[in-house]
Structures are given as C-alpha cells and as structure tokens.
C-alpha cells in the first residue's frame, strides 16, 4: 500500500510571504494530522481531521495557520504570512480511526520549510 | 550552519550489542505509548507500541518496557545494526475525553551504531 505522500519536499521563502503544503493519506485512512517539527525536537500536533470536520486545533496558530481537508482526503496546510519561527518540517500523517486509541500514525516524508 | 540534535541525549554503540534508549512520560492518564524510528531527511516510522495494562511487549529485535510506578518507557533493540542508526522518539497517547488519540512526543535520542 503506498505510503502518506506530501508535497513539495522543500522549500524556501522569505518573511512575511505565503506558502502552501499538500498532502494525500494512505487510501482508506479517515484520521489526518498536521505536525510541525522544528528542529531537535518531536513533532507538535497542529491539527487533526476526522474525515473532513476539524476535531482538535487548539495548537493552530490561527492568526497565520488554516488548513483545509474539503472531501475529507488530500489536505493542504496554508501559512500567511510566514515568520522566521515557522522555520520547520511540516509533517502529515494518517490513520484508520477503527480506534483512536489503537490506531497507528502513519508518517508522511515532510516538508522542509525555510523562512529567510 | 545548523546546530543539529545538540539538545538531544545520544547513545553510541557498536555493531551486535544491544541498545537501551530511555524515555520518561508525563501524562498519567495515556493509555498507550508507541516508539517511533526516524531517519535523516524522513518522517517517523513506527516500531512499536504498548497499552497501558502491559510492562512488556516484544517484537522482532525490539523489546518496549512500561514501568508507570515511575512513568518510564524503554526501548530495547538486540544485535544493533548500523540501518539502525536514526533518532528514536517515544510518544504518549490519551484516547479519553477530547484528546481523541492525540500524540504527544518526548524528546528524542540520537542512535549511532559504529560498524
């Protein structure tokens, strides 16, 4: 089964600027995840999906952040205007959500960000 | 240049021995914790997890051990590889209340193995 695909892999913008993360889940995966990953530490949750409804955002930047799933599969991950500190690997991920419990997250390559 | 993995604990060890990686938790209430490989320049990928109502759990080289008295996770991998080399992050979910299986993530450590 292919794997949570993300694009682009890179990318590099100035201050102020807007940029744009897409990615696709494991076919059959209900659950949808935003992490951000700054660098030497673990992923942060910014934002969970159940289907296409938001279920937990309260560590969404949201004066800067949105992000949208509108069919409930491919989400992308908006950023507007950027700031030095978004600087990070924006991580997505999936799961089944047959048990939110059990479910195992299914990482994504990420998206290396570099805000200039 | 970049100041890579200078804040994280790292663990060397040589090709064939076994590896410990530690992992304190804070949440008393998780109910599951799960270990998580990650490679330079790739995503976390899963290794293994526990429930809460287990100490111990195997799988192919790898050994997790749960120790709540203490809110303690570990992480053994038998006959270390150099394909083992990556940061290992242990990871605590609370399936209760609004948390609906949200993953927090512990510091991690950098795994060198020396061939």
């Known amino acids: 089964e292919a794997g949570v695909a993300q694009s682009p892999r890179y990318k590099i913008i100035e201050k102020r600027q807007s940029v744009a993360f897409w990615c696709n889940p494991i076919s059959g995966h209900a659950t949808l995840y935003w992490y951000q990953q700054i660098l030497g530490q673990g992923p942060k949750l910014l934002i969970q999906f159940q289907n296409n409804g938001v279920v937990d955002d309260s560590q969404l930047p949201k004066d800067r952040f949105s992000a949208e799933r509108l069919k409930g599969v491919d989400s992308t991950l908006k950023i507007q205007p950027a700031k030095l500190e978004d600087s990070a690997v924006y991580l997505c991920?999936?799961?089944?959500?047959?048990?939110?419990?059990?479910?195992?997250?299914?990482f994504g390559p990420g998206t290396r960000l570099t805000v200039l | 240049g970049e100041s890579v993995g200078l804040h994280l604990p790292t663990l060397s060890v040589q090709e064939g021995d076994n590896s410990i990686i530690n992992c304190a938790y804070s949440n008393s209430a998780s109910d599951y914790f799960i270990w998580y490989k990650q490679e330079s320049g790739k995503g976390p990928q899963f290794i293994i997890d526990i429930r809460s109502n287990m100490d111990k759990r195997q799988g192919q080289r790898v050994t997790v051990l749960l120790n709540k008295t203490v809110k303690h996770l570990s992480l053994q991998i038998a006959a270390t590889q150099p394909g083992d080399s990556a940061v290992y992050f242990c990871a605590e979910k609370d399936a209760g209340g609004t948390s609906y299986g949200k993953l927090t993530f512990g510091q991690g450590t950098i795994l060198t193995v020396h061939p």
């Open positions: 991920a999936s799961s089944r959500f047959r048990d939110p419990a059990a479910d195992t997250q299914y």
